[in-house]
């Protein structure tokens, strides 16, 4: 398999995982400092994650070209073809289920919102 001269690709991925590795141990408190502060803080995240998510679901498709593509010119075997995009098509329908939740989450966020603004009032 090629890889990309300068691996801008694989960089990006590793900086994605570390970002996201990183946001689960702030919130959880596991690196000493505070958890997430508030419910606009909850909010910003929560945004972020689903912006992430369809960032992921549009890159999925471009995997699978660039395998298919691979597969043609005779760089892939079959069999590694097989095994890839099954894992790239597994993938995307875990990737589906979370956008699913994850837009459900922010109507209970969105709904806890307007229930605390009124406690306040």
Same mark, same amino acid.
């Given at each position: 398999m090629d890889?990309?001269?300068?691996?801008?690709?694989t960089a990006f991925a590793a900086r994605a995982q570390e970002a996201t590795r990183n946001l689960y141990r702030q919130a959880s408190g596991l690196d000493g400092h505070a958890t997430i502060g508030s419910a606009a803080e909850i909010s910003d995240?929560?945004?972020s994650l689903r912006l992430l998510t369809e960032n992921i679901g549009r890159s999925l498709p471009e995997l699978g070209a660039w395998l298919e593509k691979r597969?043609?010119?005779?760089?892939?075997?079959?069999? $590694?073809?097989? =095994?890839v995009t099954r894992s790239v098509f597994d993938t995307a329908s875990a990737l589906a289920r979370a956008q699913n939740l994850a837009m459900q989450l922010g109507q209970?966020?969105?709904? $806890?919102?307007? =229930?605390s603004r009124e406690l306040i009032a």
């Open positions: 890889v990309s001269p300068n691996e801008a690709v995240v929560l945004t597969l043609c010119n005779g760089d892939l075997s079959p069999r $590694a073809f097989d =095994a209970e966020l969105g709904a $806890a919102e307007v =229930a």
